[in-house]
T-cell receptor, first 111, second 117 residues
Framework: LAKTTQPISMDSYEGQEVNITCSHN???????ITWYQQFPSQGPRFIIQ???TKVTNEVASLFIPADRKSSTLSLPRVSLSDTAVYYC????????????FGSGTRLQVQP | DTGVSQDPRHKITKRGQNVTFRCDPI?????LYWYRQTLGQGPEFLTY????????KSRLLSDRFSAERPKGSFSTLEIQRTEQGDSAMYLC???????????????FGPGTRLTVT
């Protein structure tokens, strides 16, 4: 399974754009990259998923370079409610069904 | 509310006692997962069902742990002879049938927080 590395924590202020980068040097050809968000005392929640280039939805963008060895989650204009832990996952699209979480990035948004 | 539900939300038990947790997945989701999460760590996979069949079990799932999903609907996770190291948040997730490509999104419940004293 591809292992991911992401910063332990990040700080930001309301209204700023936040970029969280994840490295996954051993990503396999059929692996997808997925990000989850988790608030205290809640289960993780799916944010976005991509395979290559750029993916955008109503809450975030995901940038994936051509070599796919890293990815960047971009949160535009964060608010206090975006304070959470963000997990980068690389999926074994051909086999194992379970998600493999790392320790995540703790984002703290200040007023 | 049509999300994943878990019961109870909190459980305090004494070491050596047995506990059972229940998970009700989103209806029509045929895949159900159990994870365990300790403070400051990401969730760790325990086991996975497709309908009523338990298809994968983590090495984390010792002989004291057992999970069932009768009739392919709700699932139960039982821990026998609980130990203090079992204290954690137990999360359940479900997902629909596999997509043609890519990973499928998993929908998590709120979790059951177990404290073993």
């Amino acid at each position: 399974l591809a292992k991911t590395t992401q910063p332990i924590s990040m700080d930001s202020y309301e209204g700023q754009e936040v970029n969280i980068t994840c490295s996954h040097n051993n990503i396999a050809t059929n692996d997808y990259i997925t990000w989850y968000q988790q608030f205290p005392s809640q289960g993780p929640r799916f944010i976005i998923q991509g395979y290559k280039t750029k993916v955008t939805n109503e809450v975030a963008s995901l940038f994936i370079p051509a070599d796919r060895k890293s990815s960047t989650l971009s949160l535009p204009r964060v608010s206090l409610s975006d304070t959470a832990v963000y997990y980068c996952l690389v999926g074994d699209g051909a086999g194992r069904r379970a998600l493999t979480f790392g320790s995540g990035t703790r984002l703290q948004v200040q007023p | 509310d049509t999300g994943v539900s878990q019961d109870p939300r909190h459980k305090i038990t004494k070491r050596g006692q047995n506990v059972t947790f229940r998970c009700d997945p989103i209806s029509e989701h045929n895949r159900l997962y159990w994870y365990r999460q300790t403070l400051g760590q990401g969730p760790e996979f325990l086991t996975y069902f497709q309908n009523e069949a338990q298809l994968e079990k983590s090495r984390l799932l010792s002989d004291r742990f057992s999970a069932e999903r009768p009739k392919g609907s709700f699932s139960t996770l039982e821990i026998q002879r609980t130990e203090q190291g079992d204290s954690a948040m137990y999360l359940c997730a479900s997902s629909p049938v596999e997509k043609a490509s890519g990973m499928y999104e998993q929908y998590f419940g709120p979790g059951t927080r177990l404290t073993v004293t």
